[in-house]
């Protein structure tokens, strides 16, 4: 994970081609842009930002160079998030190309949550590319991604607490669907129901991961 301070370098390049008057202040992980502070990479969930910013700007992985754009997790009121719609649509591959998440901190949960999914598939990726020849060791490839599925569940619950709410029931799972199906700039609160929709698959994955524990008994007995 890049540290904050190159991400913020990464976006004052991005924006040095456009008529857009961006300041960054020294000892510090924002960008000032029209009165607004922005906070630039993942905000730590323990330790808030001493002075609370009005949006934070986050991405999955380190942005490419060049025009190919960011990938952009946004958080922040609505308010900010509406002045700061030149600057975001600067950023992003083409205008309104973000991912609008909810209130501050919902941009750093969502960019931990898809790196903790990138670490997932990243073995079963690297297989496929051109010129791998390599084995997979499935029985520690199992246990690592059950123990990432497990690190993921702890993720979204802790989420759910620090907004004071629960998960849900099965009961209301076809509500939670419906409302993810929405386009995220509708949804009251993306990375809420990003945590609830994660957890509701875990606590129905159950039987799968007892079958889970099983295959990886029979592999070590095998080996």
């Not at 961006?22 to 924002?30: F, G, I, L, T, Y």
């Amino acid at each position: 994970m890049a540290s904050d301070s190159n991400y913020r370098h990464a976006l004052l390049q991005r924006l040095s081609g456009t008529a857009l008057t961006v300041r960054a202040p020294a000892r510090s992980h924002c960008l000032l842009w029209q009165q607004l502070r922005i906070h630039c990479g993942t905000m730590p969930l323990a330790k808030p930002p001493r002075l609370r910013p009005d949006l934070e700007i986050n991405s999955p992985w380190q942005p490419p160079a060049g025009n190919g754009g960011f990938a952009l997790l946004v958080a922040g009121s609505r308010p900010a998030l509406e002045q700061a719609q030149p600057l975001l649509d600067a950023l992003a591959v083409q205008p309104g190309a973000w991912l609008y998440c909810g209130p501050l901190g919902a941009a750093s949960f969502c960019r931990r949550v898809f790196d903790v999914l990138f670490y997932l598939t990243g073995p079963l990726l690297l297989q496929q590319a051109p010129g791998s020849s390599q084995p997979l060791d499935w029985p520690a490839l199992l246990q690592q991604q059950q123990q990432l599925l497990t690190q993921l569940a702890a993720l979204c619950r802790d989420y759910l607490q620090q907004q004071g709410a629960v998960a849900i029931g099965e009961a209301e799972q076809w509500q939670l669907l419906a409302e993810f199906q929405q386009p995220p700039a509708q949804q009251q609160h993306f990375a809420l129901n990003l945590a609830q929709l994660l957890l509701l698959a875990n606590n129905l994955g159950e039987n799968a991961r007892q079958l889970l524990e099983t295959a990886l008994a029979s592999m070590r007995a095998q080996a």
